[in-house]
């Protein structure tokens, strides 16, 4: 797992998830009526990042306990500590990891993600660093599929390698989100097919996107992107104190690493 995360930047662990696991996160979700982006239920919010990927469903670990299971499931947590790094450091001060951002995510036909970061420029939140024995990847992401994700299917496309390049890719196009098009034609990417309960682990300094599907239905995902503790969280939710209530002790330290210490009005000065 390491040789091939630090060559190729992903890991593809199937069977991640057991059918009972992956039909309780479904069921879960069938209870969440349908909502437009921008609207609530309860401490979820729907979401797009644009007009044809899909709908997000922001801060899914509120939505039961099957995905609050998710935010340090054994098939993945060990592995992505060790990528994301620290331990032993002032990183870990506050706890081994945070959740910047969780969503499920609904694709349709007709609907896909176009080709996004990569090695190339570089930024801090996407960096892949290996240093003195240790990795320090700024954010890890855990893709879960939870229905089979096939030919037609829009699956996820990465391009194997490429946290490491030091240069744009030629076929790149940084408008190409916004028109709406998908990740195929791109040399050197491939689709990546998914039974439900797979997941893909990858640093999203990965260049990655979706294929547009074609088939009809929808495709399922969960996507939990996972950094060191002292982060802050992407779009500026925050958990709910009845999440906070129910979670574990372990839970609770990834989902909220620190507590901001609330100002006293009535403290003097000396």
Not at 127 to 144: A, E, K, S, T, V
Request: aromatic share 10%; net charge neutral; hydrophobic share 35%.
């Amino acid at each position: 797992d390491v040789y091939l995360f630090d060559l190729r930047g992903y890991l593809h662990i199937e069977r991640a998830l057991t059918a009972g696991e992956v039909a309780d996160l479904n069921a879960c979700l069938d209870t969440i009526p349908p909502l437009k982006p921008g609207e609530w239920y309860g401490h979820i919010q729907a979401h797009a990042y644009g007009q044809t990927d899909g709908l997000n469903l922001q801060q899914i670990y509120e939505a039961g306990a099957p995905f609050e299971r998710l935010i340090d499931h054994p098939s993945w947590f060990e592995r992505v500590k060790l990528f994301v790094g620290g331990e032993g450091t002032f990183d870990y001060h506050h706890g081994p990891l945070f959740i910047d951002e969780n969503f499920a995510n609904f694709r349709g036909p007709g609907e896909a993600i176009g080709i996004h970061s990569g090695g190339f420029p570089p930024i801090h939140r996407n960096q892949f660093r290996y240093h003195n024995g240790r990795f320090m990847c700024g954010q890890i992401n855990i893709l879960i599929a939870l229905t089979d994700i096939g030919r037609g299917d829009g699956g996820t496309v990465l391009i194997p390698g490429s946290h490491k390049s030091n240069f744009k890719h030629p076929h790149y196009d940084l408008h190409r989100m916004a028109k709406g098009s998908s990740a195929e034609g791109i040399e050197g990417a491939i689709e990546v097919h998914m039974k439900a309960g797979d997941a893909l682990l990858f640093v999203d300094g990965l260049s990655h996107g979706s294929a547009r599907r074609e088939n009809s239905g929808i495709r399922r995902i969960a996507v939990y992107r996972y950094g060191p503790s002292w982060g802050n969280f992407r779009f500026g939710y925050e958990p709910s104190p009845g999440l906070l209530e129910r979670l574990t002790p372990e839970r609770r330290k990834v989902v909220q690493p620190l507590r901001l210490i609330p100002r006293e009005p009535n403290l003097k000065r000396e």
